[in-house]
């Protein structure tokens, strides 16, 4: 039980709370004021919120941007504080177990995934991911924690393509360059849940030395003709329609007919989707 804000601030910010409950009027700091310093700070405590009658305007605001847990007007009988209580710790521990379970199953990917804000900083890297930034190719971070690139106009089309994903755009691939001349596709896809703090999810990927499924493979595994097949082998490795296209020897608008009829019979309608499709259809990728 603290009585000042800041104290509570301080308090919250170094230890672990699964449950924060705040009066609304305070003194130099109000209820959703320190929730949204603790918010910024990354505290993910659930919050229950203490108030008088006429705040519903502020409630609102609580509720919708500030992720708080239970509003109740004052005066609350105990016993439904209490339990409110028991409901965020039970909702707390649920949501840790989850965030455990995610967690280990982004760790199992055999490929780098990030999670980048709208100013691209980096929020969450799972092991690949953390090892990618670690070798600082083809990504890394500067002094803020913002993912760049090799290149300044690397940088600049990855900053420009998480900004278009986060405001609703379709998902994009991007090629990137590392070090020794290797080539890396990132695919830039929006979070499940738009509410996040996340505005983007990227996942990385080694173009050269990676093999992607075979041309055979492929075709026993969507029923792919014996072109559309290599078209698809193709687009896995990394290259665009146009590149293919120049691969195999044919026209552009050609590949692209075989495109839909991949589209169609893999199920999907976008090219970063097929990638991404791909190159997990095959166990241990």
Known sequence: FLSSPQEALEQARSGHFEVIISDLRMPSLDGLELLGELRRAGVASQAIILTGTGDMDS??????????????TKPCPASVLASGIEEAVEEARLLADAEKFATS?????????????????????????????AARE?????????????TPSETHSLHQAVI?????GLPLVLALSGGNGERYSVLIEPPAKPETDSAALLFVRLIDGQAAPSPETLKQLFGLSPTESKL??????????????????ITVNTARTYL???????????????IRLLNSSVAGR
Not at 105 to 133: C, I, Q, T, Y
Not at 138 to 150: F, K, T, Y
Not at 164 to 168: F, I, L, N, P, T
Not at 269 to 274: A, G, K, M, T, W
């Open 138 to 150: 083809p990504l890394n971070l500067d002094a803020s924690g913002i993912c760049r690139a090799l």
């Open 232 to 249: 698809a082998h193709q687009l896995a490795q990394g290259l665009d329609v146009k590149e293919a296209a120049e691969a195999m020897g």
């Open 164 to 168: 278009s994903v986060a405001r609703g």
């Open 105 to 133: 199953a982004l760790d199992a990917l055999p490929l780098a995934a990030l999670s980048v804000d709208m100013a691209g900083k980096v929020l969450f890297a799972n092991r690949f991911g953390g090892e990618l930034l």
């Open 59 to 72: 409630a609102l605001k609580a509720i919708n941007t500030l992720k708080v847990f239970r509003y109740y």
């Open 260 to 274: 839909r009829n991949i589209f169609q019979k893999t199920g999907v309608n976008r090219q970063s989707e097929l």
